[in-house]
């Protein structure tokens, strides 16, 4: 019995009980106003962290060591529930937190060197290319189309969603009780489909709108300004909806909001672009799932605890090794599958390559 | 064609779906006096510790009936008349096949001990049993598990968890020798004990008492009287086939239907699978294979043989043996065949007690390897199965041996400690 995960369902927080419906409310407030307005701003100087969103990240960083802590002892008995752990702590202080104040000390531009576009949707955006020195910029470039592909490619996408990137980390954080939250219904997974690939495209359409104006706009009165006057009419509005929309209301608003009534993943599995980009690299990738034959008793700890809604007994109980676009690699599945079924691993096998694996919903 | 099933089971979901594969026209219908759903018996621990919620553990959505053209009958199947091809139902309803698959699980054993019948007696193997459990347990303050298998130990675990304090009264002198010598008999008890729970070995149960009607203890051999307000008995389990007693359909002494390699029973177009069945072993002894996956494997072939042409039809064929299990936090894995006392058979063993961690291999003098044994850590099963088909030679396998751990990554690299034996 994994004693973390005990009466789960009985716990008012834990179970969508209005107490669940009250903390949801709670964050949704939260987040509308510290998006869409200065109510924070006056608490966060008499505190001294800055302007609201220093005091944002102060708070956020907080959780997540919080409640890495609280995890680690639910959940640390294995080597890479407790490494993984660690590591997103590490990132969340270091990398996301503390480096970036240093360099403002320094009066460099504070630069998180773990955060990639198109999840950092303005890291190219020629307002933060004017903004930064240019290895910055290089770095973004070669993190987004270079390191992140790459080490998907070989890791698959956990190396970032479950070990670095700061969403994943307040997730399987903060977000750990919550994780039998999300949907298993083949509806779920159908929509989940739609929706990240459309965001993802957003992105890149966003990203591509604004640096082309720009282009256009520096070279006034060339013909390219004349022929495709849109491009410099379109820019500001696209960028302001996407940051409305995506960077506001999905990450943030309803992305963490939601966290007690659709499990901690809501952002990560439906909308965030760069889990749509890695995990389709995932699938062509070494990571994978693997099942051992005929040992699966179907009793459903695996699906009940995937955050990402996976239903990972459907592929156990079937003696399928799996690789699922939506994977973060949490190994929280194989961690509570209480016969040793499931195993994450990474390994060449050009047989199943591109494979989404064999099934998708089966049934008898 | 009308093909009725009963039981709602892993069997009988597999076998409906193995006949629905291949023909989407004719009517399936499945009887179950316990559920509306399938649902996964393995899991009814989990349900009671709040881990999973009821919907959590149905390995399908609940529109698979609906999807797939099941009709469901919730009700308990008093008899059938195989000359007939009718069945009646205990409320008087009857039920006519073309083809009937008898699916119907298990019971639990049980001993008429004086007192059985006492409130706050029951056992932990049905959804109802889990309901009363649930209930029991809000007032229980002191229960006793009578029985040292995979089921009482899972009962102890969760009593144990949901805070009271729980015994568990094994007869034998060590946890459950049919599967383990003495050594990790001893980790398991060691195991239990430090969770805090308790094992009484060497100790058997003489009668139960009680007082208007509720058990107050159970009374042991030795003179003992144990306080208790909750008793469990999980000292195993045997086919649910009560009813067809009268059917003309084949039973063996202890109840299972006996059936062929096609898990045909004596009667035309009835067949059976899953823990109800008494089919041949590997030794050429009939017994039940009461276990999820042959219960699943049953099934689906059992499904397939009702609808195919008597040349098309399968053998169930029965592979070398295998199970998990998991004992408080000590998983288990066992391959081939270990404990089952071939003559001249031998071990090699190895345990980390800090660790609790063991392997135990056993091989016949030749050095060929029959089983293994392992606890504490994960091993995938698949090569150790084939090692034992292979017959490999023990120093081989030792060699061998890290290849089959499954531990997740980072994990130790597993070594092996104990030297390989010099075989004569
Ligand atoms: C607590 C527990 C833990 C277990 N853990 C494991 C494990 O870890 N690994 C493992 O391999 N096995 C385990 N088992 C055993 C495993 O669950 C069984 O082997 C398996 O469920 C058998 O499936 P079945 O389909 O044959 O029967 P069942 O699942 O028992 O289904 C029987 C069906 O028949 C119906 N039925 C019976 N009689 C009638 C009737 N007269 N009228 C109408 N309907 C009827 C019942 O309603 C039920 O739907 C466990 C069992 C228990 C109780
Ligand atoms: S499938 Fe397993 S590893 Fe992947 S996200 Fe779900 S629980 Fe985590
Ligand atoms: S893979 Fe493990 S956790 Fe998942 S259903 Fe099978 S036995 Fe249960």
């Known amino acids: 019995m994994q004693t973390g995960l005990l009466n789960t369902y009985q716990k008012s927080v834990s179970n969508r009980s209005y107490i669940a419906w009250v903390m949801s409310g709670a964050l949704l407030t939260f987040y509308v106003l510290i998006y869409f307005t200065d109510f924070f701003t006056p608490i966060a100087a008499q505190l001294h962290l800055g302007g609201k969103w220093g005091m944002y990240g102060t708070l956020y960083t907080i959780f997540i060591v919080g409640f890495g802590i609280v995890f680690l002892r639910r959940h640390g008995q294995t080597p890479y529930q407790r490494l993984r752990t660690l590591s997103i702590m590490f990132f969340q202080v270091v990398f996301a937190f503390a480096l970036p104040h240093v360099m403002e000390m320094f009066d460099t531009p504070g630069y998180n060197f773990a955060y990639f576009w198109p999840l950092n949707y303005s890291a190219f955006y020629p307002s933060t290319i004017a903004s930064q020195p240019l290895p910055f910029i290089l770095y973004s470039m070669i993190g987004a189309f270079i390191l992140v592909p790459v080490l998907t490619f070989f890791y698959g996408k956990r190396w970032y969603c479950s070990w670095v990137c700061g969403c994943g980390g307040l997730a399987e954080t903060a977000g750990d009780s919550f994780r039998h939250l999300s949907s298993k219904t083949t509806k779920a997974w159908r929509f989940e489909r739609y929706s990240i690939h459309i965001v993802l495209l957003f992105a890149v359409v966003t990203t591509v709108i604004v640096v082309t104006s720009f282009i256009f706009e520096s070279r006034t009165g060339d013909e390219f300004s004349v022929v495709y006057p849109i491009f410099s009419k379109i820019a500001g509005p696209v960028k302001g909806f996407y940051g409305f929309l995506v960077g506001a209301i999905l990450s943030g608003v309803l992305g963490v909001g939601l966290y007690p009534l659709m499990g901690s993943r809501v952002w990560c599995r439906f909308f965030c672009p760069l889990a749509a980009f890695m995990g389709l690299i995932q699938k062509f990738g070494r990571f994978r799932i693997t099942v051992k034959d005929e040992m699966c008793i179907s009793c459903g700890n695996c699906s009940t605890y995937c955050e990402m809604g996976i239903d990972v007994r459907q592929y156990a109980q079937n003696n399928q090794d799996f690789k699922r676009a939506a994977c973060v690699g949490c190994g929280i599945c194989a961690h509570v599958c209480p016969r040793g079924v499931l195993k994450l691993e990474n390994k060449w096998d050009f047989a199943s390559w591109g494979d989404a694996a064999g099934v998708e919903h089966v049934d008898v | ?424």
């Open chain 2, 1 to 424: 064609m009308h093909y009725v099933i009963i039981g709602n089971g892993v069997a009988g979901i597999n076998a409906a779906g193995s006949v629905r594969m291949r023909d989407s026209e004719s009517k399936i219908t499945i009887i179950s006096s316990e559920s509306d759903h399938f649902f996964s018996r393995t899991a009814l621990m989990y349900v009671f510790c709040g881990q999973m919620s009821a919907e959590d553990v149905e390995p399908y959505e609940r529109d698979l009936y609906a999807r797939t053209n099941y009709d469901r009958v919730r009700g308990r199947v008093a008899s059938v008349d195989s000359g007939a091809n009718k069945l009646t139902l205990t409320s008087g309803e009857v039920v006519s096949f073309d083809s009937l698959l008898i699916a119907s699980g298990s019971v639990p054993f049980m001993v008429d001990y004086p007192g059985i019948d006492l409130d706050g007696v029951g056992n932990f193997v049905t959804w109802q049993n889990l309901e009363w459990l649930t209930e029991q347990a809000k007032t229980a303050r002191k229960a006793i598990i009578v029985g040292g298998g995979l089921i009482g130990i899972e009962s102890l675990e969760i009593l144990h968890l949901a805070g009271i304090k729980t015994t568990m009264v094994v007869r034998e002198d060590s946890f459950w020798p049919i599967a383990f010598s003495k050594p990790e008999g001893d980790m398991i008890t060691e195991h239990v004990r430090n969770h805090g729970a308790e094992m009484m070995l060497a100790t058997e149960t003489d009668e139960i008492v009680g007082e208007n009607g509720s058990v107050t203890g159970l009374k042991t051999k030795d003179g003992q009287t144990l306080e208790a307000d909750l008793i469990i008995f999980a000292i195993g389990v045997i086919p649910q086939t009560e009813f067809l007693k009268d059917s003309g359909i084949e039973l063996s002494e202890r109840g299972g239907i006996i059936v062929d390699e096609k898990l045909a029973t004596n009667v035309p177009d009835i067949w059976a699978a899953g823990d109800c069945t008494a089919v041949v072993w590997f030794n050429g002894v009939r017994r039940p294979e009461q276990l999820w996956y042959t219960g699943r494997d049953q099934g689906k072939v059992a499904g397939f043989n009702m609808l195919a042409t008597e040349s098309e039809r399968k053998d169930y064929k029965r592979k070398t043996f295998y199970n998990s299990a998991k004992f408080f936090d000590i998983e288990y894995t066992t391959a081939g065949y270990v404990n089952f006392n071939f003559d001249g058979e031998r071990d090699w063993y190895q345990c980390d007690s800090i660790k609790e961690t063991s392997q135990r291999i056993t091989y016949m003098p030749d050095g060929a390897v029959i089983g293994f044994n392992m606890l504490g850590s994960r091993w995938d099963h698949r090569p150790l199965v084939k090692w034992v088909e292979e017959k490999r030679d023990i120093k081989w396998v030792l060699e061998h041996l890290h290849e089959a751990c499954f531990d997740e990554e980072f994990s130790p690299k597993f070594k092996v400690t104990e030297p390989a034996p010099a075989l004569t």
